[in-house]
């Protein structure tokens, strides 16, 4: 097994910008002052959010991709389930209908969530969730939900933290939304550093979980390829990576060539034939869905823009906008109903469409799956999130572009091997 080089080295945390610096929005208001856990608050359209987790930072530690909205009201008692109300942001029944998913999929599979600490609300928080959207109940009890610590065990888990908690309920409750019928697998990281992190990986699979959500992740460094083959390499395994909140520029582990990278967009009613219009989700010149080149993983076989002679990060995308978020419970360090935005609801997303769409044959790489089916997503075409050279990396377009990859779930068939 790869031992981190941890105190050698440096996460890089320039994510690689070329050309002037990246587009800002003009709907951003002036940075707040730092909110209560030290976080700066963006503003986008009357919408305000922080984010949940610590920012980017030196060495091994990865942050968290969820932001919290600080602006909405809710119309729903914060505490519990609320009949004939409806929490703000987008619900399960939102979210198939803009991806044209099946209702009630799922059974069969295990999906695996991994995270760093602990979040002692978490199935309770879950189990609110569920009964608000009359989705069938996921507890320790009934089989369907476990949470273990990154060594498997079910007692001795990591120290609570409500940051990491909140990213916990994003990512448990977008699973429910999307395959409610599936087992759910809460792997904690004992710390948030990649070698923990990546230890929880191999521990979700090791429990047998076939789809593998990754929330997080960090500046690239040279011992990214050494982590590729200790922790991401499971053929047959379907992992989604976020591909970043920090705007153009490439993070890892989403820039694995094994995983499947996990763009963000703005999703929005309208009156087409679809019903949903998307577009590249941007705040500012520091805050948006992540895109770009990977300075050290190498090209998959299956990637074929010519733009980046390595990796090349997204491959799919789903919602991310803060603006346009997904409702969410969490009472550990939150107070109830709650919307978040972020890729760290993009990439549970896609992992529990990779579900609904089944397991992935034997030594697969379901990465590439997209970009056999091109057809089968719905192509995002405007919209970017910074400058760069050749555009099609930061800004979108016909076809394959950085910030939102070949599109987002148009049903399930480019999801399947």
């Known amino acids: 097994m790869f031992s981190s080089p941890t105190s050698a080295r440096v996460r890089q ?42 920012t980017l930072a030196a060495g091994d530690t990865m942050a968290c991709h969820a932001l919290k909205v600080t602006s909405t009201v809710q119309h729903v008692s914060p505490l519990g389930v609320t009949p004939n109300a409806t929490p703000s942001g987008f619900g399960p029944s939102d979210l198939l209908s803009a991806y044209k998913l099946p209702a009630n ?35 320790t009890a009934n089989g369907c ?18 940051g990491w908690a909140g990213e916990i309920s994003l ?15 809460l792997v904690e990281a004992k710390t948030a550093s990649m070698t923990n992190l990546g230890t929880a990986v191999n521990e979700a699979v090791k429990l047998g979980a076939k789809f593998v959500s990754n929330s997080y992740g960090g500046g690239e460094s040279s011992a990214d390829t050494s982590y590729d083959s200790s922790y991401f390499n499971h053929p047959g395994v379907a992992i989604t990576v976020s591909a970043g909140d920090s705007a153009y520029g490439a993070q890892y582990p989403a820039a694995s060539k094994y995983v499947t990278s996990v763009g963000g967009t ?17 705040t500012s010149s520091t805050e948006g869905t992540g895109s770009g080149c990977s300075a050290f993983d190498a090209k998959p076989t299956w990637q074929k823009d ?44 896609i992992a529990g469409v990779y579900a609904l769409a089944g397991t992935p044959s034997a030594g697969s790489v379901p990465a590439s799956f997209a970009y056999s089916h091109t057809s089968a997503l719905n192509d995002v075409t405007s919209g970017s999130n910074g400058s760069c050279s050749p555009s099609y990396l930061c800004t979108a377009g016909a076809g394959y572009d950085g910030p939102t990859g070949l599109g987002t779930p148009n049903g399930l068939a480019a999801f399947t091997g």
Do not use: H
């Open 306 to 349: 010519t733009g980046c002679a390595k990796r090349t990060i997204s491959d799919v995308s789903a919602v991310a906008d803060p603006a346009t978020g997904v409702a969410v419970y969490q009472t550990y360090g939150g107070s109830g109903w709650a919307v978040y935005g972020g890729t760290s609801a993009s990439a549970p997303i």
């Open 105 to 139: 999929g799922g059974a069969g599979q295990t999906i695996a969530i991994v995270d760093a600490y602990n979040d002692p609300n978490a199935e309770s928080d879950m189990a609110v969730y569920r009964a608000q959207y009359g989705l069938p109940a996921c507890t």
């Open 13 to 54: 945390l320039a994510f690689a910008l070329t050309g002037t610096a990246a587009l800002a929005v003009s709907s951003l208001a002036a940075a707040a002052p730092a909110s209560a856990t030290g976080n700066t608050v963006y503003t986008k359209g009357g919408t305000s959010w922080v984010r949940s987790c610590e």
């Open 145 to 162: 939900f476990k949470k273990v610590s990154q060594t498997g065990s079910t007692t001795n888990l990591p120290a609570n933290n409500s």
């Open 171 to 185: 990512d448990l409750d977008m699973v429910s939304a999307i395959a409610p019928n599936a087992k759910i697998i």
């Open 266 to 282: 703005a999703l929005k009613r309208d009156s087409s034939a679809r019903g949903w219009s998307e577009s590249v989700w941007s």
